[in-house]
C-alpha cells in the first residue's frame, strides 16, 4: 500500500461526520410587525413580517399550542378583486391537505383571505427545522404568485407595455376580523408592567387633582345671599326688615306696610301690603 492510498483510506471515514457537521441553511430575516398588520388571524398570532409583494404578505406565525407556521394573507387591493380571490382560492385546493394546518372562509367577501401552512418545527438551529421553515415560505410565495399570475409564462411575444394589476398600489394588510379579541392574552410581562404603571399614574393624577381643588376651594366663603328654596307649593316667601327713616323726615308715607310680604308672581297680595306694581325701595331678594 502507497502513501497515497494510506491518505486516501484515512479521509474516508471523516467524509459522513463532516455531513452531520454541516451547518444548517440560513433562513432570510423577519421584518418586525407594523401597527397595520393584524395581531392574529384565526387561531394564529403573528410575530413577523417573512416577504410581501402586491398580492399579500407572508408571516411567521404560532397558535396557543405553540404549533408554528407560515401564515399567506392578501392585501388590501387583491382582497377586493373577485378573480384574484378565485386564484388564491385555486392555489390553496392545490397543495397537499396535509401542508393546509388552517384557513378562513372563502365566502366571507368582507374580509382578507389567508392560509397557514406548514408543518413547521420550531428553529432549533437544525437544518431540518430550517427546511420545513423555508418549504413553507415557499408554498406562501407561490400561492401569492398564483394571484399576481407572474408565473404564468406569456403567450406569444412580449410587447407593448407591462401588465399590471389595478389594484396593486393597495398594498395594505387586507381587513380582518379578530373574535374573541387579543388582549390581553396577546400582552408580554413587558407589556403587562406598562399597562399597570400607566394605570397607577392616571390614579395618581386624579387624587392630586381631588387634593388641589380641596386645598383651593376650602377656605372659600359661603354664597351671599344663601340660594332660596322654593316650598312645595312653589311659593317663596321673604320677610324684609323696613329701614328706620333718617331723623327729619317723619313717619313713613300712610298706606304703606313697614313689613310687607312678597309672594311669588301669578299669586294675589294680601291686604293692605301696598298697591300692584308698585314696588318697595328696600325691597331685597
Known amino acids: 500500500m502507497t502513501a497515497t492510498d494510506s491518505q486516501t483510506d484515512t479521509a474516508a471515514p471523516a467524509e459522513p461526520e463532516a455531513r452531520a457537521e454541516a451547518p444548517a441553511r440560513s433562513l432570510p430575516d423577519a421584518l418586525p410587525l407594523l401597527p397595520e398588520d393584524p395581531p392574529r388571524v384565526g387561531d394564529f398570532w403573528l410575530r413577523a413580517r417573512l416577504g410581501a409583494n402586491a398580492a399579500g404578505y407572508l408571516y411567521s406565525a404560532s397558535d396557543e399550542t405553540g404549533r408554528d407556521a407560515v401564515v399567506a394573507m392578501m392585501a388590501e387591493g387583491s382582497s377586493d378583486d373577485p378573480a384574484a380571490r ?13 401542508v393546509v394546518l388552517a384557513h378562513n372562509d372563502a365566502d366571507d367577501d368582507d374580509l382578507a383571505l389567508w392560509v397557514a401552512l406548514g408543518p413547521v418545527r420550531p428553529d432549533d438551529g437544525s437544518s431540518a427545522a430550517a427546511d420545513e421553515q423555508l418549504i413553507a415560505e415557499r408554498r406562501g410565495e407561490d400561492v401569492l404568485s398564483a394571484v399576481l399570475m407572474d408565473k404564468i409564462p406569456p403567450i406569444g411575444k412580449v410587447r407593448g407595455p407591462d401588465f399590471r394589476h389595478y389594484w396593486e398600489h393597495r398594498r ?12 390581553p392574552t396577546a ?4 407589556s403587562w408592567l406598562a399597562m399597570i404603571l400607566s394605570l397607577l399614574t392616571m390614579l395618581i393624577i386624579m387624587v392630586l387633582a381631588i387634593l ?12 351671599e345671599p344663601e340660594p332660596v328654596i322654593p316650598t312645595p307649593s312653589n311659593t317663596v316667601t321673604v320677610t324684609i326688615t323696613p329701614t328706620t327713616p333718617p331723623p327729619g323726615t317723619g313717619s313713613p308715607t300712610p298706606g304703606t306696610s313697614p313689613s310687607p310680604t312678597l309672594t311669588s308672581p301669578g299669586r294675589p297680595q294680601s291686604p293692605g301690603t ?6 318697595d325701595p328696600g325691597d331685597r331678594f
Open 172 to 183: 395594505r394588510p387586507g381587513l380582518f376580523r379578530i373574535w374573541p379579541l387579543p388582549w
Open 212 to 223: 388641589i381643588a380641596w386645598l383651593l376651594f376650602r377656605n372659600s366663603p359661603e354664597v
Open 86 to 98: 378565485d386564484r388564491f382560492v385555486l392555489a390553496v385546493d392545490e397543495l397537499p391537505p396535509e
Open 274 to 279: 301696598g298697591s300692584p306694581g308698585t314696588p
Open 187 to 190: 400582552l408580554r410581562p413587558a
